[in-house]
Every structure is written in C-alpha cells, then in structure tokens.
C-alpha cells in the first residue's frame, strides 16, 4: 500500500505522509491515527484496500482498542 501511494501522491501529501510516519514511530501519535491516515489517504486516491485485507481489520482493531476508557471498563469490572 505504501508502495501504492508513493507513486500517487504529490510532493506535498508525500511529505506528509512521511511526517506521520515518523510521528508515529517516535510515539507522537498513536497507531489508530496513523492508521487512519493511511486508510483515509488511500481512499482519496482510490486505492482498493480490499487488496489489503489485514491492514484494514487492523486499522479497524486499533481503532476500536484506542476508544476503550480503561477506567470505566476497570469500573465495571469491579462491579461484577
């Protein structure tokens, strides 16, 4: 996918996509948002991401995980 949209974007998106890349790697952002970027870029260019299966159930799965409020969920644990 990567490959994908290096070929597509233009100088501007790709230096951007670089930028979240690098955030992502020194901890900047979480996965979901650069996931999500990867996801939503890749939609504006028309890539079919069902040629890409497991990243995007990936990208569903970490987005999902990073809503979870781990306080109320211990919270509810405890009331069990």
Do not use: C, Q, V
């Not at 939609?43 to 040629?51: C, M, N, R, V, Y």
């Not at 890409?52 to 109320?72: C, K």
């Amino acid at each position: 996918l990567i490959d994908e949209l290096t070929k597509r974007l233009d100088k501007k998106s790709l230096e951007t996509l670089i930028r979240k890349g690098l955030a992502f790697k020194s901890k900047e952002i979480p996965a979901g948002e650069f996931y999500g970027y990867i996801r939503d870029t890749a939609e504006k260019e028309s890539i079919d991401l069902g040629k890409y299966p497991h990243l995007a159930g990936y990208t569903r799965y970490i987005t999902i995980y990073e809503s979870i409020d781990f306080m109320e969920l211990f919270n509810e644990l405890i009331e069990l």
